[in-house]
């Protein structure tokens, strides 16, 4: 599975910014999707993840009622919409993908595919 990232970008606080992930190689609806972040000097955190119909949706604390994850299985993409940014927002933004029955959405152990990143900015 190959998994692109884009749509990442400068924004100030309190706006909004959308990133998406296309997945190629293999049956997208058929993927557990994920979005992790990392900040500089900081561990890779989970951010969202949603099942592969899309019925299931999962948020970290800190974006619960800001960001919201959507899946289109017919142009193999995740999004990722982002609301009410703070500075501390700020990280690059990984998409991640399994396939396992026993998909662990919250866990990064659990994926076994990984995009490259996409930088999201927050000035205050």
């Known amino acids: 599975v190959q998994l692109q990232a884009s749509g990442g970008g400068l924004v100030q606080a309190g706006g909004s910014l959308s990133v998406s992930c296309v997945a190629s190689?293999?049956?997208?609806?058929?993927?557990?999707m994920g979005w992790f972040r990392q900040s500089p000097g900081k561990e890779r955190e989970f951010v969202s993840a949603?099942?592969?119909?899309?019925?299931?949706?999962y948020y970290s604390d800190s974006v619960k009622g800001r960001f919201t994850v959507s899946r289109d299985n017919s142009k193999n993409t995740v999004y990722l919409q982002m609301n009410s940014l703070k500075p501390e927002d700020t990280a690059v933004y990984f998409c991640?993908?399994?396939?396992?029955?026993?998909?662990?959405?919250?866990?990064?152990?659990?994926?076994?595919?990984w995009g490259q990143g996409t930088q999201v900015t927050v000035s205050s």
């Open positions: 949603i099942n592969w119909s899309g019925g299931g949706t």
């Open positions: 190689g293999r049956t997208f609806s058929s993927l557990g």
């Open positions: 991640a993908a399994d396939e396992r029955a026993s998909w662990r959405p919250r866990e990064e152990r659990w994926y076994n595919y």
